[in-house]
């Protein structure tokens, strides 16, 4: 009976450690979802002319906060997810048409391709290590914690570009 109980233990253990992963994979998607509806809410509040705005010479342009964060996305997202990128490292910050349309067109599909590859990854797999930029170990998780980190660190930055054009930002949508 002992033997039993301890093994009826294990394996709900087990069960619940893979259902506890599939909750953070699933909130997880549920936050990049949430970031991804965000960010488009900034990138619709700013007009055209806003794109190429920078508020002095050495700071990026709103366009390439935006796609900076974008290249960091399809960078680092794979590490995790294990989807291979369909752009090279920088290519959206290269772009030369960084106008509204594409710009939100490729922020987008950033997005989108951070969320097929957190919904690639199997429970127990956020916390096995990966290196990043051959320099720091950390796991899965942490990184997409990093990456969500870096996008929202971006976009918050922005707020400022539209409080110098005279115009209201988007408001928070934190839940």
Known sequence: MKKITKLFTLLLLVLLGGIAKSQDIGQMVKDWERAKNYTKHYLEAMPEDGYAFKPSPEMRTFAEHM???????????????????????????????????????????????VIANIKNIKPGELQDTVKVFNKYTMTKGTLLNKIFEHQTHHRGQTTVYFHLKGIKPPDEELF
């Open 67 to 113: 796609l900076h964060f974008t290249d960091a996305d399809y960078e680092l997202a794979p590490l995790a997810g294990g989807l291979k990128s369909p752009i090279a490292p920088g290519e959206a910050g290269k772009s030369p048409d960084k106008s509204k349309a594409a710009t939100i067109k490729t922020v987008m599909a950033g997005y989108d391709f």
